[in-house]
């Protein structure tokens, strides 16, 4: 049953799992000239090159060449899985709160497309296409835009970039080296590389240098003389990675105008953002996410924004109530076409205020006023919220732009029929 069900959907139902990474070398065969290496499914017949400027021109293109058919491999079966194990849509049939969605992506999918890349250590090119894959379905899963900004992505899921993930498997790979004897094979040729290579090697153990680098470590030897035991080396590597990274992303988030309402402060290595971790009380509740987090991270599609797209064509006033500029804090608090829909629930989140803090909601700034909505876990300090508190208020804030949202495409769905029927053919 499940076989026939995987082949009406169009995928293949559990890839071969014996094929590893696989190699350039076997399907690469040169011409039989004198003292020429010879490759023909792995058997070398001679092994002397003609120069040693061919023999590593060749090396560094069987690798490449290895490295760009294991990236497309690792998207393809990533894909595969993600068609496997979502079979009903990225939301499932009910709904899937968004915590389910990215602890699902780490545990199953984002394995598949890492597989063997802490060995061969893609670079910018191959980097990107990984990285290209994990944002879009990042992204789907969270029924954010395409143009969303790249820090809210890793702000809101809690994931690294494949870069850090990587360096991270490959470090990791490195202390389990550093702790064999010195007798083995593998830390044999660690030390060979090191003395013998320089920087602009390709070779793995330079490569890792580089790594240790970029990362501000110490030396490689230090670490295959005096070697770290694993459970404190994880602790290391979890902090600096996660440091450096996360400062490196916060970083560009006041770059991004539709980000400012962003608590870009609970970005946290492998935990879901703060605000998605309150719990949805139903299936009905999962669906009135996707235009909070739009609203949230700038993506929303406003007059104000078309207007940018088509400067000649599209007015940026409010096609409700005619009264302004439509952007994201005319339609949440000012627009009179919509609140009808608006002073009930804002009610609602004034008297939750009001009973537990004594604080007046409609007595703050617009800019505080929006922030309660939006982002309301950016507030936590300064108004003293716990956890419950801001379950309750983060319910009322999502019913709130939930109804604004479908309460103005109702609108404007209406009105374009109007505007059709109008047109003369």
Known sequence: MAHDFAYMEGYELQPKKKCGLKSAVKNLIKRTIPNECIFNNWKITLCQMSSSTTSWNNSNNIMKENVAINVEENIKKARRSAYGLFGGGFHGHNGLDPETLVHLFKTYI??????????????????????????????????LQISTPDPAVYILSGILPVEAQIDKRALGLFNNICNQDESSTEKQLARRQISVKSLVSNRWFIQLKKILTKYNMDEINTYLDIPTKKEKWITLINRIIQKHWSDSITRMVPYYKGLQHLNYTEFHQGKLHSLLKIKCQSARDIGRIPPKLKMLTGTYILQSHRIKMYENETDPICLICHQGDETLEHVILECDGLSDTRNSIMDEVSAILKDSRNVDFHKQTSKVKMQILLEITMLRENLKLDTKLMAEIEYCSRRLLFLLHTTRYSFLSRGWKKDKKNVKV
């Open 110 to 143: 984002s394995p598949v497309l890492l597989y063997g890349m802490e060995i061969l250590l893609p670079k910018t090119a191959m980097l990107l296409q990984l990285e290209k894959f994990q944002k879009r379905f990042l992204k789907q899963l969270l029924s």
